[in-house]
């Protein structure tokens, strides 16, 4: 059935199987565009949930003058957009820990406070010599 009929239905007259229906139709292809992104079953299948959910909450409000399934991959990717957001800040959040011991051993090693001192003077170097005119840059490269 038509998708503009399925949620007139469903918003005139509360038919929920009407919902049911025009959610089946995207259920696959939309599943597949999550995963693509998302390449792991249970937070694809979290995202599918969630964006369901939402869709029935806000098709009230649904503009049919969208396509119904721009609308609806639109609400799945940005769910899975959140996803990938969570999984950066718990991988963030745990690293420091992991890597701190790593950073340790290497400062101090012996010469490492030196290299790291020289290389900061280098930089500063550079950064004068980037302010100097033309002429004096020159010079310098001399």
Not at 92 to 108: K, M, R
Not at 116 to 132: D, F, G, K, N, T
Request: charged share 35%; glycine share 4%.
């Amino acid at each position: 059935m038509d998708d503009s009929f399925l949620i007139r239905k469903y918003c005139n007259e509360g038919d929920g199987d009407a919902a049911i229906e025009l959610l089946k139709q995207y259920e696959r292809p939309l599943y597949q565009y999550i995963w693509q992104m998302l390449q792991q079953q249970q937070d694809c299948e979290d995202v599918m949930q969630e964006t369901f959910r939402k869709a029935l909450r806000a098709l009230p409000d649904y503009r049919e003058e969208n396509h119904f399934k721009s609308w609806l991959f639109r609400i799945g990717r940005n769910e899975a957009v959140d996803i990938i957001r969570r999984r950066r800040r718990t991988i963030v959040a745990e690293a420091p820990e992991e890597y701190l011991g790593g950073v340790q051993d290497i400062v101090s090693l012996p010469g490492a406070r030196e290299l790291i001192e020289e290389r900061e003077s280098v930089q500063a170097l550079m950064r004068a010599i980037a302010l100097l005119p033309e002429k004096e840059k020159e010079v310098v490269a001399m």
